[in-house]
């Protein structure tokens, strides 16, 4: 018999319109004051204002915190602890993308078990104090960081992020509501997009993958690739918002149970370096990531490419294979998703720090999950072929 597998999610999950005016309710079972983790983009929408309406309503009160500008830092985490232990809150609640929840879930478990955040990556400081009452409120339909336990932070001295897997940083409470991802620009809205794109494809490919994981990757990449680029052209095409949100959440429960891969070690390095968001370093890198994973998950990809369209299953699995990867780059190219170099980085200084990235992305754990397990040397050619890649 197999080793038996585990499927973890938020115990609470609430779903569709209109969810984010039960957060209140949902809020006043977990605790008296809250500390809003959040930015001030969720600020100018009015989403804070709606928050602790709905909080003030239920007998909660509120701070705030809009320090989040950008990829989460060790130092957006010390500011917002110091600031929750400082006013003697007792719940939080992250509103915005992923980098705020991130945020959010480290603040919960450092609250309760002290330490740097960065003590508990590769599990060499195991959180065993219950962790303070985590909401996780997300805006945009990709990161699925609102259903994973795991959080990533940039540490600040060696611009290294740190992935951090434990199941106390898994929220309490998720709440997703699809009218809240309407005010995601178009470009945000393709870079998450195609990062759930890439939580999906890789929860599958994994070798960590197991019935459950693929069950919701599955699920994810159908809705993916019937609503993603409704999403873009139609910005406020509810229907495809709420499908796309609902694969995000999908997407990241599946991978936060089977693991990330190949794409998600190489993008971190880029990310923490050059401080291109996480939605975008995915996106840049799948398809070349996939090309170069294709002969060992024929099988797999031929599953996705049957998804994206039907025809595909009387193709061999091999052609099957290619065909959902040209697919993605499809999809990619449609959305205007950029290379490296369009991004802006310069060639010379991205050169210089492929050593260093290549490491990073091995010491990160996540390419050994990969279907076809590169060494540096592979990633440093792939860093190379990704750079000017053509989708």
């Known amino acids: 018999m197999g080793t038996s597998k585990t499927f973890q999610m938020p115990p609470t999950i609430l779903y569709l ?13 977990h ?72 945020t959010g879930k480290a603040v919960a478990v450092l609250a309760a078990n002290g330490g740097y955040i960065g ?33 990533v932070i940039t540490n600040s001295t060696t611009q290294v992020k740190m992935m951090i897997k434990q199941p106390a940083f898994m929220p309490n409470v998720a709440i997703v509501d699809p009218l809240l991802t309407l005010s995601s620009p178009q470009n945000v809205t393709a870079a998450t997009g195609v990062d759930a794109l890439s939580h999906a494809i890789e929860a599958y490919i994994s070798k960590k993958a197991h019935p459950m994981t693929d069950m919701m990757a ?58 291109v968001p996480h939605g975008f370093s995915n996106a840049m890198l799948l398809p070349a990531i996939l090309e170069y994973s294709k002969d060992s998950c024929i099988d797999r990809l031929a599953d996705i490419g049957g998804i994206f369209s039907p025809k595909a299953k009387q193709f061999t699995n091999e052609d099957a294979a290619e065909f959902a990867v ?38 990160s754990g996540s390419p050994g999950n990969n279907p076809k397990v590169p060494t540096e040397e592979n990633i440093a050619s792939l860093y190379h072929v990704c750079y000017d890649y053509q989708f």
């Not at 709606?50 to 909660?60: E, G, P």
């Not at 809705?223 to 999403?231: F, H, P």
């Not at 993605?328 to 170099?341: A, Q, V």
């Open 218 to 275: 599955l699920s994810a990449i159908k809705l993916i690739s019937e609503n993603l680029y409704k999403a873009y052209t139609e910005g406020q095409n509810l229907e495809a918002r709420a499908g796309m949100s609902l694969a995000a959440l999908q997407a990241g429960s599946a991978f936060s149970n089977a693991s990330v891969c190949l794409v998600h070690g190489m993008s971190r390095p880029i990310g923490a370096l050059f401080d």
């Open 119 to 151: 003590d508990y990556m590769g599990q060499q400081k195991i959180a065993d104090q219950t962790p303070i009452p985590h909401i996780a409120i997300p805006t945009t339909a990709g990161t699925g960081s609102e259903a994973t336990d795991v959080t």
């Open 326 to 363: 040209q697919c993605i780059k499809d999809l990619c190219n449609s959305l205007n998703i950029p290379n490296l170099e369009k991004w802006g980085i310069p060639r010379k200084e991205f050169v210089s720090v492929i050593n260093k990235m290549s490491k990073d992305a091995v010491d």
């Open 31 to 102: 605790g008296k004051k809250a500390l809003i983790i959040s930015d001030h983009v969720m600020e100018k929408l009015g989403y804070i204002e709606d928050c602790q309406k709905y909080l003030s309503s239920n007998s909660v009160d509120s701070i705030v915190f809009l320090g989040v500008a950008s990829e989460p830092t060790d130092q957006y985490v010390e500011n917002s602890l110091q600031l929750f232990q400082h006013q003697q809150c007792d719940l939080i609640i992250s509103l915005g993308g992923g980098s705020c929840i991130d």
């Open 17 to 29: 319109q209109d969810s984010f005016k039960q957060v209140g309710e949902k809020a006043s079972l």
